[in-house]
């Protein structure tokens, strides 16, 4: 096993997590945004309902796009588990 390709998965496995974690994030302030515009607007201070408007935003985007992460991070699995297999041999 050498650097390179300790470096090569590193950097996959890192692009995969910021590819998974991007669109629940970018929902996440997205709506805090949101919220927080209405909760001034409205004068509502009210924690508990900006929390309330974020889970459920990163809930439906996670029912949206589950399936397309579940390929990415499939498709990086058996990227690593061939790398693992070709060292056995």
């Known amino acids: 096993m050498d650097a390179t390709l300790i ?3 590193g950097r996959r496995m890192v ?7 991007g669109p629940a994030l970018a929902v996440t302030l ?28 990163v809930a439906i985007t ?7 992460m579940v390929e990415v991070a499939s498709e990086f699995l058996i990227e690593v588990f061939h790398h693992m297999q070709a060292l056995g041999h």
């Open 62 to 68: 996670l029912l949206i796009c589950g399936g397309w």
């Open 7 to 9: 470096l090569h998965l």
């Open 30 to 57: 997205v709506t805090g945004f949101l919220t927080a515009m209405a909760q001034a607007v409205t004068s509502i201070r009210d924690m508990s309902m900006g929390m309330v408007v974020k889970l459920a935003a």
């Open 15 to 21: 692009e995969t997590a910021l590819v998974l974690a």
